[in-house]
């Protein structure tokens, strides 16, 4: 028995009904939403969207990195991207620790981690901000791109735009 026997057997029952073979890799709204991996979060459904429209990055804390710049460009360049939404969230992980905190309940594991920067977010509005305008100054993303902020409330389902 596997441990992940439970998602095979689900995913037999999703490709019974599957409907989306038709779409092709482009975001049909010209949209990238940063979001983060919290299992709260669905992208899709709070924004309105459909399969198809979007492209979702997701990893802890929304935060854009190095690799969530390079998938912008491949997501301009190739996949139809014309405008970036960069969505934390209410009542996230990352906000509530930082990374000498992460290194030390790691290091407890007997895991050295300091090499790793996991980004943690001391200061929601502040990283909002530090990662919206990465965004707009990468020089190899469009200068006229809309890129916008919002946060995301896990409680009401509201999302409140960044005036960053």
Known sequence: MSAFDDLYAANEKFAESFGSSG???RAAR???VVTCMDSRIDPLGLLGLKPGD???LR???A???DDVLRTLVLAVVLLGVERVLVMPHTDCGMAKVTDADVHRLAG???IDTRSIDFHTVPDQNEALKHDLTRIRTFPFLPKEMPVGGAIYDVHT???TPSDH
Do not use: F, S
């Open 30 to 32: 010209g949209l990238a």
């Open 54 to 56: 979007a492209k979702i």
């Open 157 to 159: 389902g509201r999302l």
């Open 23 to 25: 779409l092709t890799g």
């Open 59 to 61: 990893n802890a804390g």
């Open 63 to 65: 935060r854009v990195t």
């Open 108 to 110: 407890e594991r007997g």
